[in-house]
């Protein structure tokens, strides 16, 4: 028997009806967590002309900080570990080490590209700064056990800049990513300090089945490392030593030593054609 036109909306009503009773989160709009990316970007670096403000109201604009956050654990209320307001103050009170590691970001940058007229134009316009400016703001919010958001805020960078880093990774002082796009830095990725990355580099898993998800699946860069254009570095295990260097389209499953160079070797071949 053929079902009508209203049977069929029926049916797909409730089948609505009983699969968002599944969802186990609330969340905040996607447009709110990037009202408030920009605006603590702002807040940090007024270095553009629409963050321009007076020394006077600097107190309001730490208000509104206070209010927009609060607006956007509000749909996660019964998801938190602790109140609300209390998730805000912790995570507010981070601010001064995110800031200063930030500046730390933005002058490796300055300092290793020769294109960098100063700390400003990175902040402004990098996007590699951009990337890492929020990923730490977010990583601060998955050390206070707050879910969902952290990645809501790194994915709104990456719909920005191509940069792909989970709120998770752990990276170190000093981090430059040049250029930017089509880096990833997987969940359980831990990368030191004064650490370098060029454009399309993965750091990723060898395997990505869901019952490792607990387990360390991607790799471990030491300090001082400079991985260059579309590297591949994938596992768990592999861990890449202290000032090594790794070339543009390396494909690396196990570990290196420290002060080691990694090129990727392939044959080029030019014939010249007739005229």
């Known amino acids: 028997m053929t079902l009508t036109e209203q049977e069929l909306t029926l049916s797909f009503l409730t089948r609505l009806t009983q699969q968002n009773a599944t ?73 001064p080490d995110i800031y200063e590691n930030l500046i730390l970001d933005a002058q490796a940058i300055s300092d290793n590209d020769p294109a960098s007229v100063g700390i400003e134009e990175v902040i402004a316009v990098y996007p590699g700064f951009y990337a890492i400016a929020v990923y730490r703001l977010a990583h601060a919010l998955v050390d206070l056990n707050v879910p969902l958001l952290p990645r809501m805020l790194t994915e709104h960078a990456h719909g920005l800049t191509g940069i792909d880093i989970h709120p998770k990774a752990n990276i170190g002082r000093s981090f430059f990513i040049d250029h930017g796009t089509g880096v990833v830095i997987g969940e359980t990725t831990d990368i030191g300090n004064n650490v370098k990355v060029y454009q399309g580099v993965t750091l990723g898993a060898l395997s990505v089945s869901k019952s490792l998800a607990e387990t360390k699946r991607h790799p471990t860069i030491e300090d001082n490392v400079v991985i260059y254009a579309n590297a591949t ?30 090129y990727h070797q392939s044959e080029l071949k030019i014939r010249q054609t007739s005229l």
């Not at 020394?55 to 602790?82: H, V, W």
């Open 233 to 262: 570095i994938l596992g768990g295990k592999t861990v890449i030593g202290n000032d090594s260097i790794i070339g543009g389209n390396a494909w690396l499953t196990a570990s290196v030593p420290p002060y080691s160079q990694v």
């Open 23 to 95: 969802y186990r989160h609330k969340l905040p709009s996607r447009n709110s967590v990037g009202k408030f990316v920009e605006e603590i970007m702002c807040f940090l670096f007024p270095v553009t002309q629409d963050c321009e403000r007076s020394s006077t109201d600097i107190s309001e604009a730490y208000r509104r900080l206070q209010t927009r956050l609060i607006c956007l654990l509000e749909p996660l209320g019964k998801n938190l570990e602790t109140d609300k307001e209390i998730v805000m103050e912790r995570f507010l009170a981070q601010l």
